[in-house]
């Protein structure tokens, strides 16, 4: 269980269909099979715990862009680490310089920032060891990335 402390975290989901999905008034999402990585930050009360929570959960009122991705896919982990140092960005940043990353729809997720966006597909499963060693090259100060696993019916 995930404490709740503020941290950065990115959700890993996977996806067996194709179709197009709306993404509220932000546009479609041309959805593929494969995996999909959604980056978000988590520093208000409840913390990581009470995101994950929500986002985890399927729901029939989806507040934020990754709520209307997550009726139709499979999530798979959690990568996070705790603080409340704003890390969001420089993991979107990593995140699209991995291999095999590329944006499935732009501003998805960063309407509120410069961000091209904070959600990237991969083909096959992307890696966390790659991803974390990407951040700690980028900024020394970055604390290691953790692994929550999900159960199998998640």
């Known amino acids: 269980m995930m404490k709740p402390l503020a941290g950065t975290y990115a959700l890993v989901f996977s996806s067996t269909e194709a179709a197009p999905i709306a993404i509220?008034?932000?546009g479609t999402l041309r959805l593929q099979r494969?995996?999909?990585?959604?980056?978000g930050s988590a520093l208000g009360p409840g913390g990581l715990h009470a995101r994950m929570a929500h986002h985890l959960?399927?729901?029939?009122?989806?507040?934020?862009?990754v709520d209307y991705l997550r009726t139709h896919t499979k999530p798979q982990e959690v990568w996070f680490c705790?603080?409340?140092i704003l890390w969001e960005h420089r993991w979107a940043y990593c995140l699209g310089l991995?291999?095999?990353a590329s944006v499935p729809l732009a501003g998805?997720?960063?309407?509120d920032c410069m961000c091209e966006s904070h959600l990237f597909f991969f083909g096959s499963?992307?890696?966390?060891?790659?991803?974390?060693r990407s951040l700690r090259t980028?900024?020394?100060?970055?604390?290691?990335?953790?692994?929550?696993?999900?159960?199998?019916?998640?």
Do not use: C, I
């Not at 998805?108 to 309407?111: A, D, I, K, L, T």
């Open 24 to 26: 509220g008034k932000h």
């Open 34 to 39: 494969g995996y999909y990585v959604y980056v």
């Open 57 to 65: 959960e399927p729901t029939g009122h989806p507040h934020w862009h």
């Open 82 to 84: 705790y603080g409340r």
């Open 98 to 100: 991995q291999r095999g």
């Open 108 to 111: 998805f997720g960063s309407s």
């Open 125 to 132: 499963r992307p890696s966390r060891a790659a991803f974390g």
């Open 138 to 154: 980028s900024d020394r100060r970055h604390p290691p990335v953790q692994l929550h696993s999900l159960p199998a019916n998640s």
